[in-house]
């Protein structure tokens, strides 16, 4: 229900400027990170939860975090 819900919403994910240098540290990577997270959250296997007021979803060996009201990816970070 809640990967439903990001998929149908999938046009307003956006990050910060903040959030593009955050999320390329934490995740090591060099692509434009709000395609890299929606290539993420389009995987079969990811899952998706709702806690709060952000979805978290986990995916390979990343989890992303994003706000549900507006959709900005807030952070994401690899697996510990």
């Known amino acids: 229900m809640d ?6 919403n999938i046009d307003k ?4 400027e903040m959030g593009i240098d ?3 540290s934490n995740l090591e990577i060099r692509s434009e990170p709000v395609s890299y997270c929606i290539s993420k959250l389009k995987k079969e296997n ?4 709702k806690k709060g007021k952000n979805y978290y979803i986990d995916v390979d060996d990343c ?3 994003v706000n549900s009201n507006s959709f900005t990816i807030i ?3 690899k697996k510990k």
Do not use: D, F, G, Y
């Open 13 to 16: 994910i956006h990050t910060t």
């Open 46 to 49: 990811s899952k998706v939860t």
């Open 3 to 8: 990967k439903k819900i990001l998929l149908e």
């Open 75 to 77: 952070t994401a970070h």
């Open 22 to 24: 955050r999320i390329q």
């Open 63 to 65: 989890i992303i975090t």
